[in-house]
């Protein structure tokens, strides 16, 4: 066990666990936040997608002790005063199924946008193409990132 | 599951109201059995009985209303729209609605089960009733009030209107309203007068979605509880011989380790620590049955459909002779492996077992039976149980099946602790109960350019097709036709996996009738079309598929799809398919690039009879198909030695948003009762594709998943 000092959603946080637990299930188990979702534990579905210094990362296979003074941000951030327009776009264009997946589109898709600002369909899909929703609501994600890109310039 | 079946519908005296203590009124009601004698409302909506209502309605005394409804959400949306078929005939607006999920103990609740899409199909009829006997209600008190006639008077939007032009808020006479008899006879809405119904609702959680509040049964934690990893067996047919836990007690964080059955609970103070400790027990695993592999399973299927075993299911005029007489002969074989059904929410469950109480909380479609057999394993009285259902991170048939439920429940009962059984991915898919491998031979008789004869053989893993499936086109539609099942049984555990028996059979029979097209020479749709000709609705009570319904579903189709005159390089596939009592067509559009088939489009026709939330039916089958392609590409599953041999994403595939077709969902218009979503957009996606590619590439596709013989032209792809 070991104490580490992270920055979560703007906030400095001490936690005390061991050096190999993926951030993952610090968020999850030691800060509550369970907005951001365990699916595979190996970076491949994508559900776990978090920000850490701005570009999204697979949670599940970050060490803790890897990420001493990093900013991270979670779903539970993502929103400043009022809703990311990923969020009002995923709102507006009623996105989710069952819905557990897509806190891991969300932030896929706002680090993407910050990036590539005016993407075609085409980098569309490349950029969420590591992301699994098994309801496969992937034609509304599709247009949920175009439409949140529209609202953003 | 019922939903493959008839139902008679049963009503009477299924609503009772009482007044709240806090103000307003508080309507039990129950979907389609009556009320027992005795059932009374609570005055206090932290006291609501699921055993005596299977729903609530609260219209507080500001006229805002809440529904608290147990009915499982599962993604299928049932918790927006069920809600909005209540709203539309009480006559609130949209905004003034809440729902709540209510919690359940339940010996007697039959329907609150989420599964074979009939949630709509049950509650349309009561939902409607109960929505329209409270608004009676509220009228009447307001024309009390009045001093006039309670028929002189309208209701619209919360607001009651007397003929004179004064006007009560809902809010102002519920108390009043909670005083009277119920009315027994309401009427209804025409659908033309529809505010609520047929209008986009976009999902109730949606907020909690997009922002990451605590939703589901993984988010769910309670004080003091436990993390607990479970060791189950690697291979179906072991058992446990002996286990060392030295190195797993060793690990930060671990509490204890504890044996229950052939499984190990790895018990721990936070879920990665569980996970370690279940990595670092050291077991060994004894045979305790056969060992199967998919080969062996081949050749089980195989003899099962050579042999003469089976079992007849429909039989109509006389196969026999018909293939004997017939000018020409097809006959294929088609193949599908076993699924697991990899809900993105690992399965999960919350247990505390104490000696008055046994807490239980978590995502499951089959609550009631689930507490009962709960109550059986652990030794309980059924109302000891106390089961609270959270969202569901996806379902597709899996979370039928309460197996997480036990081992969370029989932990806690041995360690006496609260617990939260968490699997991990790979504990997820190797502790399966999966849509079994199975395999149809059809034959067909060709005679005059006509179809004579259709002769269709299952040879299915532990189970087969049930309900009214063999009843299912083309039965009716061609005079001698038979339909025999035979299975074989594997200690592989199998189960329902979305549209069950039929998310495989349809592709089959779909792309069997493609070949067949093309030995006659006609169009593939207009041989569904002649062939629909000759089906007489209403006459035969098993047959519940609508010639008529299906004939102007497959036109929609047929037309939105510009079928036969698309562009140079695009490819068409067609398929029709009914099933949970919904009608679907489909066309799906490919292109080759570099010889490898892109998946374009799919244009879907639907006649689930009146939609009530378009925005989430659309959603629903989107989902449908292109969760229909994406395993009829490459969903491949398979055991050596009783192991399966895929445990998580990195082998495991599944369809991703670049091979994902663009969806574009039209529904036939009428007024005739909704049916369910869930399922339906599934079965004809895998035949819609296959015929697209056969007529791409002339490849024949006899074998899910399609990626099997596709690869080679991958192969072109990636220079």
Redesign the interface.
Known sequence: ?ASYNLKVNGKSVNVN??D???LL?VL???L???????????A??G?CTVHLDGVAVRSCSLPVSSLEGSNIT???G??KDE?HPV?EA??EL?V????????GQ?MTASSFLKDNPNPSSEDI??A???????????????KAVALAAKKMS | MENQNKITFSRRSFIRTSALASGGILIGFNFFTSCKEAAVPPVDVSQLNFNDFNAFIKIADNGYVTIFSPNPEIGQGVKTSMPMIIAEELDVPWEHVSVEQGALDTNNFTRQVAGGSQSIRFGWDALRQTGATAKQMLVNAAAAKWGIEASSCSASNGVITSPTGETLGYGDVVNDAAQLEVPENVTLKATKDYKIIGKDAVNVDIDKIITGKPLFGLDYKAEGMTYVSVMRPPAFGQKISSFDDTNAKAINGVSDVVQFGDKIAVLASNTWAAMKGKKALDVQWTNDGTLESTADHDKKLNAILDGNQLDIRREDGNVKKAFAEADQVLERTYESPFLPHNCMEPMNFYANVTADKVHLVGPIQTPAGTARRIANLIDRDEKDIHLEMTRMGGGFGRRLYGDFALEAAEISNITKQAVKVVFSREDDMAAGIYRPAIKYRIAASLKDGKVTGYHLKEAAINNNMYGLIPHFFPAGAIDNYKVETGNYRSNITTGAWRAPYTNFLAYAEQSFFDELAELLEVDAVQLRLDLLKNVKDGQDPDIQYSAKRMTDTIKLAAEKSNWGKTREGVYQGFAAYYSHNTHVAEVVDITLKNGYPSVEKVTVAVDCGIVVNPTGAKNQVEGGVIDGIGHAMYGDFSFDKGKPQDVNFNTYRLIRMRETPTVHTYFVENDLSPTGLGEPGLPPAGGALANAIKAATGQLLLKQPFMSVLKKYETNLKV
């Open positions: 066990m666990v061991d190999d637990t993926p299930w999850r188990d030691e509550n936040l369970v907005g951001t979702k365990f699916g595979c534990g190996i491949q579905c559900a979670t779903i539970e993502l929103a809703l969020q995923w709102k009623d989710p199924q069952c819905g557990y997946c897509q806190a969300m899909r490349n969420m193409n590591g992301n699994l929703c098994r309801c496969a609501s992937y034609n509304r994600i599709e």
